[in-house]
């Protein structure tokens, strides 16, 4: 999580390479049990904002993503795992694994820090297994998602075209 962070507040590449890659490696650490996506697509959000690519408009990303839903859940997978060996994805992939360093025992030192600092909640979910949650987090995404999933962008003036989170603390 830290080579994440630090590659998020960086300027390597171009934003909508570094919005995409940011996006793909929080979706491989995959921190949470539940919200992991809307996390994911924020930080799509984070960069592009952070480095004036949308100035005077947020996109749509989750309305996008929605509608191409299995070509974008494929799409990290195959990235990682089918680039021909040798072939310049590849290359790429093997050189952001050694930059963004999303091993397992980094993934879960990262989330112990997160515990640490007090983002992150261990919760009992069911036969000796934990979740962690970041309801703070979620809180935050949720009206976005919410009001990007309606055609008015407001559920309460018009019904949301997909399913969507409950409104926080409701």
């Not at 990290?76 to 072939?87: D, F, I, L, M, Q």
């Not at 000796?128 to 309460?156: C, H, I, M, Y």
């Amino acid at each position: 999580m830290a080579d994440l962070l630090d590659y998020l507040n960086g300027a390597a590449h171009a934003p909508l390479i570094q919005a995409a890659v940011v996006h793909a490696q929080f979706e491989t650490i995959h921190p949470f049990t539940d919200g992991n996506g809307r996390v994911g697509r924020v930080l799509i959000h984070t960069v592009l904002a952070r480095r004036g690519a949308t100035q005077q408009a947020v996109l749509p990303i989750s309305l996008v993503l929605a509608t191409l839903r299995d070509r974008y859940i494929a799409g990290p997978g195959a990235y990682r795992h089918e680039a021909v060996a040798g072939s310049a994805a590849a290359s790429a992939a093997v050189k952001l694994t050694r930059i963004l360093d999303v091993s397992f025992p980094a993934a879960t030192a990262a989330l112990e820090e997160l515990r640490q600092a007090g983002i992150l909640r261990t919760k009992a979910i069911e036969r000796g297994a934990t979740a962690n949650v970041a309801g703070e987090v979620l809180d935050l995404v949720t009206p976005a998602e919410r009001a990007l999933a309606s055609t008015k962008f407001d559920t309460r003036a018009a019904a949301p075209v997909r399913p969507v989170p409950a409104i926080p603390g409701a």
